[in-house]
């Protein structure tokens, strides 16, 4: 089994080299790395921010852990140089447009938190992200309107095979979630009152939801879920959304169960091939620093794991060996602690 190894910019390499310590702990037979050069360090090394080299590892990989990217310096470059383009590409080329990006509460961070205690120790939900569509990808560009301004645009655009595709895995999500019996709850979270995309969005939700019966489907525009998501965060168990309403809920359900250095994900294909990755950038603010919160990539790796690599009593042991460094003390800055990320790594790997 081969592993794309894509640590990246600012704290990728940092937050990369402990799974990878995690990983060799397990000693998985027949597993092995190829490591390549994406962001603003491949841009820096050969030009361009998701070489030609590297597209080809992942193609080949069964699964790729990656960092993050994103560097300060290549901030004026053009668009399509720039850092995150790497993550945007390999997301576009192998279709990967499935997020999943779940968020549960560690007791043992119920303080943490900046929600009330009780408050946060009911969290326990999936985003189910849609990420190769939406105003990310439509068509953008800059240009002059007929009294000379600059004018920026990015097109939002949804067809209904996207949405279709990302609900199916939603509800399916929902239903192996489901305890008790039921298929589990879904909740789609759009601006249908206003945006065109949202209505398409909730129509296709609502048509494909009649092959889920058992699945409790209910609908929140997007502005509501933000506020209701730290009102009362337990009410949620799988959300489906789209890219952008997807992108800013995960990053908000991250600091909601502590720190955004504990958010893992997984993006996969139509096969369950996949990447995985923490949630949160680079990171430059505390890059090279050895302060950074390296459990996000940890629990990334056990995704991994359980689901490219069908290894889920291997992912079992990672997320237990988290919970127990946790349980005994393993905080970085982020979470009120003072252990560096190589220290946290070791305190994973005491627990395993
Ligand atoms: P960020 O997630 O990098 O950082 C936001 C804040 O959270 C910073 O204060 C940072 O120090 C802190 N933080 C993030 N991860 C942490 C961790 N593991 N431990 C402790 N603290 C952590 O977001 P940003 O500052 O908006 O973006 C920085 C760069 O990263 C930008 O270039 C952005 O485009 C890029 N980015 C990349 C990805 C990705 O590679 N998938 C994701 C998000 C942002
Ligand atoms: C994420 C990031 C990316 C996104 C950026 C870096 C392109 O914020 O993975 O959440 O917006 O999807
Ligand atoms: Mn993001």
Redesign the pocket.
């Known amino acids: 089994m081969l592993i794309a190894l894509l640590p990246g910019d600012g704290i990728g390499p940092e937050v990369i080299a402990q799974a990878r310590r995690v990983l060799d702990a397990l000693a998985i037979d027949g597993l092995v790395y190829e490591e390549g050069l994406v962001g603003g360090a491949a841009y820096k090394a050969v030009g361009h921010p998701l070489p030609a080299e590297t597209l080809d590892i992942a193609r080949r990989a069964d699964a790729i852990l990656f960092g993050a990217v994103g560097d300060p310096d290549c901030d004026a470059l053009e668009r399509h140089l720039r850092p995150e383009q790497a993550i945007l590409g390999l997301r576009k080329e192998l279709t990967l447009f499935a997020n999943l990006r779940p968020a549960k509460m560690f007791p043992e961070l119920a303080d943490a938190s900046t929600l009330r205690p009780e408050v946060a120790a009911a969290i326990d939900l999936m985003i189910v992200r849609e990420l190769t569509g939406d105003v990310y990808f439509g068509e953008k560009g800059m240009r002059k309107t007929a009294d000379g301004q600059r004018e920026g645009y990015d097109v939002m655009c949804y067809s209904e095979s996207e949405v279709r595709r990302i609900a199916h895995v939603a509800f399916r999500t929902a239903q192996a979630r489901a305890k008790n019996g039921g298929g589990g709850k879904l909740c789609s979270v759009d601006k249908a009152n206003v945006l065109e995309t949202s209505q398409l969005w909730r129509d296709v939700v609502i048509e494909t939801a009649a092959e889920y019966p058992d699945v409790t489907l209910t609908h929140m525009y997007v502005d509501n879920a933000a506020m209701q998501l730290v009102r009362n965060p337990g009410q949620f168990d799988v959300i489906v959304t789209g890219n952008l309403f997807g ?1 800013i809920l ?2 908000q359900a991250s600091m909601c169960v502590g720190s955004i250095g504990m958010l893992a994900s997984a993006s996969l294909d139509s096969n369950g091939k996949g990447l995985y990755e923490p ?1 949160h ?1 680079s990171a430059p603010d505390i890059a090279g620093q050895n302060k950074a919160n390296p459990l996000a990539t940890i629990l990334s790796a056990a995704m991994m794991l359980r689901y490219s690599l069908n290894l889920p009593a291997q992912a079992d042991r990672i997320e237990a060996a988290v919970a127990k460094a946790l349980a005994g003390g393993a905080r970085g800055a982020d979470l009120g602690g003072s252990m560096s990320t190589v220290q946290i790594g070791d305190a994973v790997l005491a627990a395993l």
């Open positions: 992108d995960s990053d949630i950038g």
